[in-house]
């Protein structure tokens, strides 16, 4: 990667609609060569996805929550198949520690909420937190731009 790369993804993660003919123009390169560089970034794994940001309360989901599963009753992969089913829990995550997994879940109000705790207690013991405010909901990733990384 060199800094040209950098602040393309830099600009998709801005505006991931951005055209090929507005990137050249911003970077000084040509729509062919933005074009390789994006198709690049791709094979490499390095952009994974292009995807749009969707606000939870705008489609009716105004409850954002944490949930801990911990002292599994069940297998692993039983854990994980009944966490897929479940539509509102939008990320899981397998930690170390106390904690077994940690699960970003959203749902429309407090008996949705409930239900949701009711149907995971069977996984584990279960912890919840709701979240308040979120500081930093989202954050831009970028190498790190230390000079021996990145070519110039």
């Known amino acids: 990667m060199d800094l040209l790369d950098v602040k393309l993804l830099e600009l998709l993660q801005k ?3 951005i055209t ?26 390095i952009i994974e996805e292009f995807s749009a ?10 409850i954002l929550l944490f949930i801990q599963v911990s002292e599994l009753r069940r297998y692993p992969s039983e854990v994980e198949k009944i ?8 990320e899981c995550h397998r930690v170390t520690g106390t904690t077994n997994y ?8 407090m008996n949705s909420m409930r239900s949701l705790i009711n149907r995971l207690i069977p996984c584990g013991d279960i912890k919840t937190s709701i979240v308040i405010s ?3 909901p989202y ?3 970028l190498p790190k731009s230390s000079e021996s990384n990145l070519q110039h």
């Open 20 to 45: 090929v003919s507005e990137l050249s123009k911003q970077l000084a390169l040509s729509r062919p060569s933005i074009s390789e560089r994006l198709s690049r970034l791709q094979e490499k794994g």
């Open 102 to 109: 940690i699960l970003k879940a959203a749902v429309p109000d």
């Open 53 to 62: 940001r969707v606000s939870l309360p705008a489609v009716g989901l105004d």
């Open 15 to 17: 505006d991931s609609r």
């Open 134 to 136: 979120s500081p930093i």
């Open 83 to 90: 966490i897929e089913e479940e539509d509102n829990i939008i």
């Open 139 to 141: 954050r831009h990733i």
